[in-house]
């Protein structure tokens, strides 16, 4: 077992990206490393990264994959944070207050004592356990290691076929970046549309957007194995009715939380098996355990339950909360709305806030209204139209969510909505918000006020 200077506290973090790095830095802003001694691990070679830059520099929007990088292991280890990269936890012995950790590349064991321990695990894709998954030329893309052997297998390959598996975020992202490759692109997609964090009216207008830019969609198919070559490489991708072409297989599935260490260790998990926290981001039960990011499930504020949703910007704030808490400060993350935005070369999507299925999960009954509009003024040059879906609470009339697909200008009119749910707007109250108005940036009313003055008719027939 490691020794352990009693003089100063230790704090153990397992992992090394944005949660776990963002606690780790703000905790020695509060206390110095006479204070505070602070141990992080990480399996990966890389630390501080925008794993949500990856798609771009795989399409090579962004060159360098050191561009990604908002702080290297050496940056950190300049601050008196002893990052061990390379290196596996493999153990959280709760009771006796320690973990145990593997180097990968020399297989080295030993336990680490800890006063405090943040969990920043993060989530792991999505991987259907199929013939032929493990397959040369079939890719996740969760980290800058993914998403540079992806690149790797790009180059080396000479055929021009790719199929994407899975149509959320990550599929939707990488078909783009596929296509800016010069690929051919399938999606197969096992939902009756693609995207479904919308409902299957807005997910129409995006895969009828995605064929029009020459990507063949796959919808209601399921994946039943990776068919590979005589060379053992991926060559087709296996639905029950079809075949299609493959020289490279990106899957985009999803993910789901990487808490089977905190499982292991008897802390508690939620229905979506992510780690449970208070507002402090404290592992509930547990005074000196925090947790947060991809690993945790965190408040939704629309409808009050519990939600697993794996996004930088929470993962970011939640760090800042735990190393201020950590650090002798006072903080607490009071839960999210729900907000997400992507694009699919020039289609920008865009959600916040509850969709239909989840506003009648929640028991909540409602109105929805839809609605077309533009982005300009529609007599300036570069007017797009785009759709705008709102959700109200039927009665009442507060905002229960809202998605938007169209082009550009499109996507980052969601924060108006977000900012409404936040603060617990009805429909009627933010009609009269005061927005910005030029002709080169937006009609008199803009799109979502449209969509509010519909929603408010809609709640007052109903």
């Not at 999505?126 to 297998?153: K, S, W």
């Not at 029950?240 to 939380?257: C, F, K, Q, S, W």
């Not at 260490?261 to 547990?286: K, Q, W």
């Amino acid at each position: 077992m490691s020794t352990h200077n009693t003089e100063r506290e230790r704090l153990v973090i397992i992992g090394g990206d944005a949660t776990g790095m963002s606690a780790a830095s703000q905790a020695r802003r509060l206390k110095g490393p006479d204070e505070l001694e602070i141990v992080a691990f990480e399996r990966g070679h890389f630390t501080s990264y925008s794993a949500c830059g990856i798609p771009y520099w795989v399409g090579g929007q962004v060159a360098e994959r050191d561009e990604l990088i908002a702080r290297t292991p050496e940056e950190h280890r300049a601050r008196d944070i002893d990052l061990r990269t390379r290196t596996e936890v493999t153990e959280i012995d709760v009771p006796g207050r320690r973990v145990r950790s593997r180097e990968l590349d020399g297989g080295a064991e030993s336990w680490t004592s800890y006063d405090k321990l943040v969990i920043a695990t993060g989530a792991r894709p999505v991987r259907p356990d199929l013939p032929g998954i493990d397959a040369p030329g079939v890719h996740g893309v969760q980290t800058l290691d993914d998403g540079q052997a992806l690149l790797d297998t790009l180059r080396a390959t000479e055929g021009r076929h790719a199929v994407v598996v899975g149509a959320g975020y990550i599929g939707v992202e990488m078909a783009e970046a596929l296509i800016h490759r010069g690929y051919e692109v399938t999606v197969v997609n096992r939902g009756a549309e693609p995207m479904s964090t919308l409902d299957a009216d807005m997910g129409r207008l995006v895969h009828e957007a995605m064929t029009g830019m020459g990507i063949t969609m796959v919808d209601d198919a399921e994946v039943t194995k990776i068919l590979t070559g005589g060379d053992g490489r991926a060559r087709a991708v296996a639905t029950e009715d079809a075949e299609y072409p493959a020289d490279v297989v990106v899957l985009g599935i999803g993910v789901r939380p990487e808490t089977s260490l905190a499982r292991d260790a008897g802390l508690p998990l939620g229905a979506h098996g992510g780690l449970l926290t208070d507002r402090a981001m404290r592992v509930r039960g547990h005074d000196d355990i925090w947790s947060g990011g991809d690993c945790v499930e965190v408040l939704d504020l629309v409808s009050g339950s519990e939600r697993h949703i794996a996004l930088g910007t929470h993962a970011n704030k939640h760090g800042q909360v735990i190393g201020s808490n950590v650090g002798g400060d006072y903080a607490t993350f009071p839960g999210v709305v729900g907000t997400a935005v992507s694009k699919v070369c020039d289609l920008e999507i865009a959600r916040t806030g509850l969709r239909e299925k989840d506003a009648r999960r929640a028991g909540l009954q409602y109105v929805t209204v839809t609605i077309e509009s533009t982005s300009r003024a529609g007599y300036y040059p570069g007017a797009a139209l785009m759709t705008v879906k709102m959700l109200a609470e039927r009665r009442t009339g507060r905002l229960l969510g809202v998605q938007i697909v169209g082009r550009e200008g499109a996507a980052k009119r969601v924060d108006v909505a977000a900012v409404a749910l936040t603060a617990g707007m009805t429909v009627e109250q933010m009609t009269a918000l005061d927005l910005g108005y030029a002709p080169p940036f937006s009609p008199v009313w803009d799109p979502v006020l449209v969509a509010a003055r519909k929603a408010v008719a809609a709640v007052r027939k109903g």
